[in-house]
Nanobody
Framework: QVELVESGGGSEQPGGSLRLSCAAS????????MAWFRQRPEKEREAVAS???????DYADSVKGRFTVSKDNVENTLFLQMNNLAPEDTAMYYC???????????????????WGQGTQVTVSS
């Protein structure tokens, strides 16, 4: 069983930055594809960033150049650095994981069996 716990959400003004963290309970998490999804009000869940086992990262077009996903393998933590935030980034953000295989932001939420509880990000002036 993989347990994922997100933290770091909050309120920020447009143009500001936030850093989300995801602590994973499983010691073998390096064998998982990791990603960040978000769900904006009245929208479906969408992947914004992924981190494959080989270190390859992928980003949704809407966040490219603004968001950066990274891992700390010593602390079993996944990060999402979000810069130049915009009101349309307001959403619940989820840390997710799946077994090895295709690992990109093009995958549907149903491909990921492990989900954290989510952390809210609100961007407004």
């Amino acid at each position: 069983q993989v347990e994922l716990v997100e933290s770091g959400g909050g309120s920020e003004q447009p143009g500001g930055s936030l850093r989300l963290s995801c602590a994973a309970s499983v010691s073998t998490w390096n064998a998982f594809c990791m990603a960040w999804f978000r769900q904006r009000p009245e929208k479906e869940r969408e992947a914004v960033a992924s981190f494959a086992i080989n270190g390859t990262t992928d980003y949704a077009d809407s966040v490219k150049g603004r968001f950066t996903v990274s891992k700390d393998n010593v602390e079993n933590t996944l990060f999402l650095q979000m810069n130049n935030l915009a009101p349309e980034d307001t959403a619940m953000y989820y840390c997710v994981a799946k077994p090895p295989g295709l690992c990109t932001t093009k995958q549907h939420a149903t491909a990921f069996p492990y989900w954290g509880q989510g952390t809210q990000v609100t961007v407004s002036s």
